[in-house]
C-alpha cells in the first residue's frame, strides 16, 4: 500500500490530521533533525494502524515535507479499513508518542 503525506515537524502536538487532497497529514513534535520527524512519524502510523514499524518504509522525500510511505502488507483492504474507522472514531487520531 502507499501512500502520500505531507508531514509537519516541530508541531505543538503529535497527530494524524487527516486527508486533504488525497494526502495523509500528519504533525510532529520533533524537530526535522537527524531524521527524527520521519522516525516519529513512522512510529505515529505504526502505532495508528496497529502494525510493525519495520512494516513501513519512506521510499521518497526523506528530506523533504511532502513523501511517499510503502506499507508492506498482506491485506490492504483491512489497512483502508483501520484508517477508515480511525478517522471516524476522532479520539484515535491525535496520539502522543
Known sequence: MILSVKLTPKASKNAIVGFKANVLQIKVTVAPEKNEANKAAIELISDFLGIPKSKILIISGAKFRNKVISIDTDNTES??????????????????L
Open 79 to 96: 489497512l483502508i479499513n483501520k484508517i477508515q474507522n480511525g478517522f471516524l472514531d476522532k479520539t484515535k487520531l491525535i496520539r502522543d
